[in-house]
């Protein structure tokens, strides 16, 4: 059994900074892309960011340069580092993971239980 456990949510005022993380947990021998994505009322969910094992990245045209993602393989967790915050940027955000490798079984398109990010102007 594997689970995402998000934190670092909560309510800034625009032009702040958040840090949320994500571990994920259980018997786990490597995962190939851990990201974030985000959902605000009314809309559908959107990618955020997102970073390959190796290291390479891909982020949303909204947040480049505002948000930097970073991950550590060995302990299976991922952060998104948001700066520079504006209220657009109000969403549930959820940590994913898709490719999972277990002693088992591979994992495909795992999600957190959401953590909310509100900004106010």
């Known amino acids: 059994q594997v689970q995402l456990v998000e934190s670092g949510g909560g309510l800034v005022q625009a032009g702040g900074s958040l840090r949320l993380s994500c571990a994920a947990s259980g018997s786990i021998f490597s995962i190939n892309l851990m990201g974030w994505y985000r959902q605000a009322p009314g809309k559908q969910r959107e990618l955020v960011a997102v970073m390959g094992s190796g290291g390479w990245t891909n982020y949303a045209a909204s947040v480049k340069g505002r948000f930097t993602i970073s991950r550590d393989n060995a302990k299976n967790t991922v952060h998104l580092q948001m700066n520079s915050l504006k209220p657009e940027d109000t969403a549930v955000y959820y940590c994913?993971?898709?490719?999972?490798?277990?002693?088992?079984?591979?994992?495909?398109?795992?999600w957190g239980q959401g953590t909310q990010v509100t900004i106010s102007s």
């Open positions: 994913n993971a898709d490719g999972v490798y277990t002693l088992v079984v591979v994992m495909r398109d795992l």
